[in-house]
């Protein structure tokens, strides 16, 4: 039991780096005294973390806050995040709610929690001027390690730039010191997290290039992983390291948002499909068995017909592995809110299954490509009599939980994929 006798729950929703953060914020408490508990039962506080990039994401803010008043009404609720920053004032209204802090407060969060018990109220709104170092420890197996924050682009879909602030880094010494710490805590996997991971060192002399050239060398790192990296920022010399290293894993996730120029030009992207698709066979002919990913969001302002089937003809012409579909959704701090010609409800809702239908096939036409290949997998979860894990190139595994153990890598043989998107596996080595 905690020395103050407080303990505190955590909900967190949106992006890995909301992830990372929830899991330092936690870390911090503890080390003033509270406990962190999974049970909703027997929470003092809730901690709401709570995302912005689309309507859905608050919706389901708001719904968990509503949800946990219930189960537990003597329990106070305090809402962080970029749903704080951008609309803190819509939020403390909201009756449920008890106290909200936004993107720079929430890392005094034990203090706010000692000045709300002993004032009763906290509203903090500030700007985004500082960097918090931040990693995740919730799973013994993977880590989301947090390595930019903030982002300059501020394309016209997005409100995370309002929310996050501008672009900056942490130092590469530093990111070394956190990876080495992960390490001795056991992790098998570092995933590098940011809003926007390409323009880490911006404004320094370091550079994504080289914190990976560093990580690489870092001893005990069994696999490493880039999160999502915008394609204007992806360099050759990068999908090359990638091709080269044994540890930095042949996955990458390049943000798409459209295949039409047209449409890619009114969100104010940097990049045009001709680079895209530059980047995508590069790195095929660099790491044919790389898996690549793709966000694409669908019906933006004045998406016509031709445009979205532009994007569909696109998209199932390049070597993709899968897709991540967003339907777009109006952010009243974005630019394109403002824009005329919105796709209708049921348009955006036919589109985006079509664009589902084809992430299924282009997934299946990628495990297809890798059966029979050996691979080697970190195994992460059970479920009933079944392990699962993840491949270097992130198919998707699973064999019987008695040929396999949580946070061990085993070579398998890949087989037929089933019906839960799952590649079944054969055991192929004799480690522990």
């Known amino acids: 039991m905690s020395s103050n006798n407080k303990k505190v729950a955590f909900k967190t929703f949106g992006c890995k780096l909301n992830f990372s953060e929830s899991s330092a914020l936690g870390r911090s408490l503890t080390e003033k005294g509270y406990e962190i508990t999974q049970n909703d039962t027997e929470a003092d506080y809730y901690i709401v ?59 005094r969060l034990a203090e706010i929690l000692g000045e709300y018990d002993s004032k009763g109220e906290f509203y903090g709104m500030n700007q985004n001027t500082g960097y918090h170092s931040a990693y995740s420890l919730n799973d013994r197996t993977r880590s989301f390690l947090k390595v930019q924050d903030g982002c300059d682009y501020y394309c016209t879909y997005c409100a995370v730039a309002y929310a996050r602030g501008k672009s900056r880094s942490d130092s590469i010494g530093n990111v070394v010191k956190e990876a080495k710490e992960l390490i001795n805590n056991g992790i098998k996997e570092i995933v590098l997290t940011g ?55 042949p996955h990458f996730h390049i943000p798409l948002q459209s295949g039409s120029d047209t449409v890619l030009q009114r969100m104010k992207r940097r990049y045009n499909t001709d680079l895209f698709k530059e980047k995508v ?82 997934l ?18 059970t479920k009933g009599d079944e392990i699962f894990g993840w491949t270097e190139n992130y198919v998707r595994v699973k064999t019987s939980k008695e040929n396999a153990a949580h946070n061990v890598i085993r070579k398998v043989i890949l087989a037929s994929t089933d019906l839960d998107g799952a590649v079944n596996a054969t055991i192929t080595d004799d480690n522990d």
């Open 195 to 249: 809003v926007n991971v390409g323009d880490f060192g911006k404004g320094t002399s370091e550079t994504l290039y080289d914190l990976l050239r560093a990580l690489e060398k870092t001893e005990g790192l069994t696999r490493l992983r880039l999160s999502s990296i915008e394609p204007n920022l992806l360099e050759n010399r990068i999908i090359d390291l990638v091709s080269e290293s044994k540890t930095i894993m």
């Open 49 to 107: 973390h709570s995302c912005t990039v689309t309507s859905l994401a608050e919706k389901k803010a708001r719904q968990a806050i509503r949800h946990l008043k219930k189960t537990n009404p003597k329990a106070k609720i305090g809402v962080i995040g970029c749903y704080v920053q951008l609309r803190g004032d819509e939020l403390i209204k909201i009756p449920e709610v008890d106290f909200i802090a936004d993107n720079e407060d929430k890392y």
């Open 281 to 362: 066979l590069y790195i095929k002919k660099q790491i044919p068995d790389a898996c690549i990913a793709a966000d694409v969001i669908t019906g933006f302002p004045g998406e016509t017909i031709k445009e979205f089937e532009e994007t569909y003809r696109f998209i199932d012409s390049l070597p993709l592995s899968y897709l991540h579909v967003f339907t777009y959704s109006d952010r009243p701090d974005a630019l394109a809110s403002k824009m005329d010609n919105k796709v209708s409800a049921q348009v955006k809702k036919e589109r985006s299954q079509q664009l589902h239908n084809l992430s299924d096939k282009i």
């Open 364 to 381: 299946r036409r990628f495990y297809d490509e890798n059966a029979g290949t050996v691979r080697e997998v970190l195994f992460e979860e």
